[in-house]
Nanobody, 122 residues
Framework: QVQLVESGGGLVQPGGSLRLSCAASGFTLDYYVIGWFRQAPGKEREGVSCFSSSDGTTYYADSVKGRFTISRDNAKNTVYLQMNSLKPEDTAVYYC???????????????WGQGTQVTVSS
């Protein structure tokens, strides 16, 4: 059974950091494009960062470039999103997903986690 489980969300002050984790089971993450997406209240889900191991391409949304870093630990079958210099506008539910394309379009991803809330507030 394919499953993705996110963790690491929480409340953080502006300028702070969080690291999100996404543990996969039932399939090997390294075989797929993996991504992090987020959805804020009243807004559409957007791609934050995606990574394709087949060609090594990494996508970052302009709003997070230089602040967020996607990485993966193949031994643990886990993908991470390191988020630094967090801003209030980063507040959203963050989801990990697998199986889409390197353009990081949410409609192309078939496997999703349940999401983890990130709130950036003083």
């Amino acid at each position: 059974q394919v499953q993705l489980v996110e963790s690491g969300g929480g409340l953080v002050q502006p300028g702070g950091s969080l690291r999100l984790s996404c543990a996969a089971s039932g399939f090997t993450l390294d075989y797929y494009v993996i991504g992090w997406f987020r959805q804020a209240p009243g807004k559409e889900r957007e791609g934050v960062s995606c990574f394709s191991s087949s060609d090594g391409t990494t996508y970052y949304a302009d709003s997070v470039k230089g602040r967020f870093t996607i990485s993966r630990d193949n031994a643990k079958n886990t993908v991470y999103l390191q988020m630094n210099s967090l801003k209030p506008e980063d507040t959203a539910v963050y989801y990990c997903a697998a199986g889409g394309g390197s353009r990081c379009l949410s409609d192309e991803f078939g496997s999703w986690g349940q999401g983890t809330q990130v709130t950036v507030s003083s």
